[in-house]
């Protein structure tokens, strides 16, 4: 699978553990709602800078973030 895409269902499936709908999530970590959704869809190239953003959101470590992520 493509990391995008499996990057993408990681965060969603992050996003759902943690009851955040797309909207309420991406405000909390400052990020554009539209962009953020890319990003679940696996269609952005998602720069590190953001993936810590998303990390920070769910108190995960960057190494947590991405368990599962092939």
Same mark, same amino acid.
Do not use: P, W
């Given at each position: 699978?493509?990391?995008?895409? %499996? ?13 955040? %709908?797309?909207?309420?999530? %991406?405000? #909390? ?18 720069? #590190? ?11 995960? %470590? #960057? ?8």
């Amino acid at each position: 699978m493509e990391i995008k895409k %499996s990057f993408g269902i990681r965060i969603q499936e992050l996003r759902r553990e943690a009851g955040y %709908s797309q909207e309420k999530f %991406s405000l #909390l970590i400052d990020m554009d709602r539209t962009y953020y959704a890319s990003v679940e869809k696996g269609k952005r190239n998602i720069s #590190l800078v953001n993936i810590k953003k998303i990390a920070d959101g769910f108190g995960v %470590s #960057l190494s947590e973030l991405f368990n599962r992520v092939e």
